[in-house]
């Protein structure tokens, strides 16, 4: 991680997308940086945390993103270089406080990283958030490798400061997981303590203020739009009749494309790094100058209907395709035969022969899905509850949250029906409890409670809605890579952030009936849920035991307990159809025999607890 | 030299590590090479899949049919992932088995692997394949399939840069206590990669 903060400048070095953002925000002189986990965002904010143990960076780990993009506002709002870094449905969640900051505009350079997700590889949707940046009007810059993520992220500090705007610099997936050579600059020295310079009527956004303030924002929205004209992430190569534009990522896959189809230089490319707002002088230039274009760009044609505009305002009828005639889809990520297959056809060249694929298997091939972990606590709280609704007789509807323990969606736990986003869990209870009067059971994660929950269980408590809310604590958040949040109990070495107690604030919320149990302790955990479950209206249950993997790691120790099957089997296949641990295994395709692989076995010790079979052993 | 390398197997094999040294090695030798990961799922018995890119090509990627080496850390997934390969391909399988959930709560049959790799000697170019696992465990950890693999895919002679050079790598990129093991797990993958017995299709 402090990798980072050494190395020449001149150097090479082999960065993640995200590493190279951390990179070039030091290089620009950040004094502070804030984030929420989320992937394909979390390195950004996990390298940061540690750079701030060891230089003189101010980072949070904030409750949520909007705390997240306040925090960095307020610090830019006193002259700071400020960075906020979050994941793409993240700025859902600050969109509130973006919508006005841009009015409000900034003193030092403020830098918002959001990372879009195409193809979903770890988020609930595939939104695409260049749209925030024409909706809140701030400048969009989009890098293609690790190498241009370091350079526009500081680009977009100066900008932002020279036009008094934030700036958002957006990746994707593939950008921010992808290593590539990065060479260094020299960092800069952080600066001394900001200057709040009071000027109400220019910063504090009552309607008065707020007319002037949107008059501004469209003035700053003309100078910016000079900037993208002038700017050189905005470049045209090559030169012919047929015209193609490209963004991000995809400007890497048009590359190899031009290349493996012998059309290198043939073909006039704009690649856009500064895309909003639209560089309209060089886009007509460059629309004159051709005879149709191709605009390849992941998910919305959020640059093809700019162009489209653009061309129309100008009298210019040349053929601008692109998702318009569905040759390319809305739909995921794209990859480079792709690209190269809709740019052969957009322009009617040969493409090569299609390469040699290797025929379908004579069986569909198992799958491999994500699980929770051998020894995971939540599987353990689960499986308790399935316990307890199966003893009282009871069917219950699960809403669920964001996290880890939404993994419980997969049989054999089945503990998942409804799911929006963060926080949904409490909400959504609360209006399928009330419309079907059955009883419902919502899961979240301590987290996510922080994130978004503590509203939601207010309103429930006010208007007296009737579920049993279970918080999966586990100390972390664990899903993303086990960062602290308020509620933690599980801390990275040195780590300043004060705790605070969730059965604390769940009272403080006006709940009355609360339990908090361990989840590996069977008996009383099943005792404490099949009480829960029969009380009425808002009640809580708080699960609460360590992340494993994680408490693992912190200590550097694992259990040496394991445990088999000992006793005789009875074949009940209980524990695989109410449990499911992934250490558990039928012995041999077929057999009805159950077997533990000692390699897999956690020693949680929770399984010995319901099946008598299931015995300790002594490993070395 | 243009080379796409495909590495694919189970959270926990240590495919990112491999998939980073292999990087920094080309990054020695002189490349701009990408190395492109999948996240999040690692700890979790999911698949995990990362790409190395090197040459002319700029797209951290590989479409099917484009991979130059398939380097596969557990038969299944090597299989799963075959229709990455072209009729050239290098592919090198640990044909250790990782038995997933799906298998083993009998919602599936884990396919016969020596079935797999007769289907995928049909189709590649050159198909390696032995029991890394065993290996490392021989070499002192069953952590280093990754180290093994790597020591294998040097030796069949389809990198730009030299054993020795990946080596170095390897031992700048190592805590001291797993220096030894990893150092001899690499070792152990270059003559298992010597040996014509382990050769399915082609040769070192």
């Avoid at chain 1, 900008?159 to 590539?180: A, C, I, K, N, Q």
């Amino acid at each position: 991680m402090l990798e980072l903060l050494t190395g020449q400048p001149g150097e090479r070095r082999l960065l993640l997308g995200n590493e190279a953002i951390v990179r070039g925000a030091l290089e620009a002189g950040v004094a502070l940086v804030t984030t929420y986990p989320g992937t394909p965002a979390s390195e950004i904010g996990d390298r940061c945390y540690v750079i701030s143990r060891h230089r003189d960076l101010a980072f949070e780990y904030s409750v949520n993103e909007k705390a997240a993009l306040e925090v960095a506002a307020g610090a830019a709002a006193a002259g700071w270089r400020t960075m906020c870094s979050m994941k793409h449905v993240g700025l859902n969640v600050a969109a509130d406080a973006l919508m006005t900051l841009a009015y409000v505009g900034v003193k030092g350079g403020m830098v918002i990283v959001n990372a879009d997700d195409p193809s979903m590889f770890s988020s609930q949707n595939e939104q695409d958030n260049r749209f925030y940046a024409r909706l809140a009007g701030i400048p969009l810059l989009e890098p293609a490798n690790p190498q241009e993520a370091k350079e526009m992220v500081a680009a977009g500090f100066a900008l932002s400061e020279d036009l008094g705007l934030p700036v958002m610099v957006r990746t994707t997936t593939r950008l921010s997981h992808t290593r590539g050579a990065v060479t260094l600059g020299e960092l800069a020295p952080r600066p001394g303590p900001g200057r709040f310079l009071k000027d109400p009527f220019h910063l504090v956004m009552v309607p008065a203020v707020a007319r002037g303030a949107h008059v501004r924002l469209l003035a700053k929205q003309a100078q910016a739009q000079a900037r993208a004209e002038a700017s050189p992430f905005n470049v045209i190569s090559g030169s012919g009749p047929w015209g193609v534009v490209v963004n991000g990522v995809p400007a890497a896959y048009v590359a190899d494309a031009l290349l493996t189809l012998g059309l290198e230089g043939q073909v006039t490319l704009l690649r856009l790094g500064f895309s909003h707002p639209l560089p309209e002088k060089l886009l007509v230039d460059f629309l004159r100058g051709v005879q149709q274009v191709l605009v390849v760009e992941e998910l919305e044609p959020f640059l093809e209907d700019g162009i489209k505009a653009i061309a129309q305002a100008h009298g210019l009828t040349l053929p601008i395709r692109g998702k318009g005639e569905g040759l390319f889809s809305r739909l995921y990520e794209f990859h480079p035969a792709l690209v190269r297959q809709v740019v052969a056809a957009a322009f009617d060249v040969p493409t090569p022969a299609a390469p040699v694929v290797a025929p379908p298997p004579e069986q569909a091939l198992p799958e491999r899905p994500p699980n929770l972990c051998p020894g995971c606590p939540h599987r353990a709280m689960y499986y308790a509850i399935k316990i307890a609704l199966r003893d009282l007789g009871v069917e219950a509807i699960f809403p669920t949250d964001i996290g880890c323990y939404t993994l419980g969606l997969l049989p054999p736990l089945s503990m998942a029906d409804y799911l929006i986003c963060m926080g949904s869990s409490i909400t959504t209870a609360c209006g399928i409890s009330r419309a079907t009067g059955r009883k419902v059971v919502a899961f979240i994660g301590d987290s996510t409670f922080f994130h978004a929950g503590l509203t939601g269980l207010a309103n429930a408590v006010h208007n007296r809605h009737d579920l049993l809310l279970v918080i999966l604590d586990n100390g972390t958040t664990a899903m993303t890579g086990q960062q602290p949040h308020p509620g933690v109990t599980l801390t990275p070495p040195d780590y300043p952030g004060k705790p605070i107690a969730i059965d604390g604030v769940v009272r403080a919320l006006g709940v009355e009936r609360l339990w908090v149990v361990n989840p590996y302790k069977y008996k009383e955990s099943l005792a404490a849920t099949k009480e829960a479950l029969q009380a009425a209206g808002v009640r809580v249950l708080i699960s609460q035991a360590p992340c494993r993997l994680y408490a693992e790691r912190l200590q550097g120790r694992k259990s040496r307990a394991r445990f088999q099957v000992k006793g005789v089997c009875a074949e009940c296949h209980h524990c695989l159809e109410y449990f499911g641990c992934p250490a558990m295994y039928l012995k041999e395709n077929g057999a009805a025999q159950m077997a533990i692989d000692p390699d897999l076995c956690s020693g949680c010790a929770f399984c010995g607890q319901f099946c008598d079979a299931i015995r300790p052993v002594k490993t070395g | 030299m243009n080379l796409r390398i495909f590495l694919t197997g189970v959270g926990g094999q240590g495919t990112l590590l491999a998939s980073r040294l292999l990087g920094e090695a080309a990054l020695e030798a002189g490349y701009s090479p990408l190395v492109s990961e999948t996240h999040g799922m690692a700890q979790r018995g999911g698949v995990v899949i990362s790409t190395v890119v090197l040459g002319d090509w700029q797209s951290p990627i590989i479409s099917p049919g484009e991979a130059d080496v398939l380097l596969g850390f557990e038969m299944l997934e090597a299989y799963r992932a075959l229709d990455r390969c072209h009729a050239g391909s290098l592919a090198i399988v640990n044909t250790a088995v990782i038995i997933p959930y799906t298998v083993s709560t009998g919602q599936g049959r884990y396919p016969d692997p020596e079935r797999l790799l007769s289907l995928m000697a049909g189709q590649v170019g050159r198909l390696l394949a032995f029991d890394a696992g065993a290996l490392a465990r021989q070499a002192g950890s069953q952590l280093a399939v990754n180290m093994v693999l790597l020591g294998a895919l040097v030796a069949a002679d389809s990198l730009p840069f030299s054993g020795e050079d990946l080596r170095q790598v390897v031992q700048q990129h190592t805590k001291p206590r797993f220096l030894e093991a990893n150092l001899a797990a690499f070792r152990m993958g270059w003559d298992a990669a010597r040996n014509p017995g382990n050769w399915r299709r082609g040769g070192a």
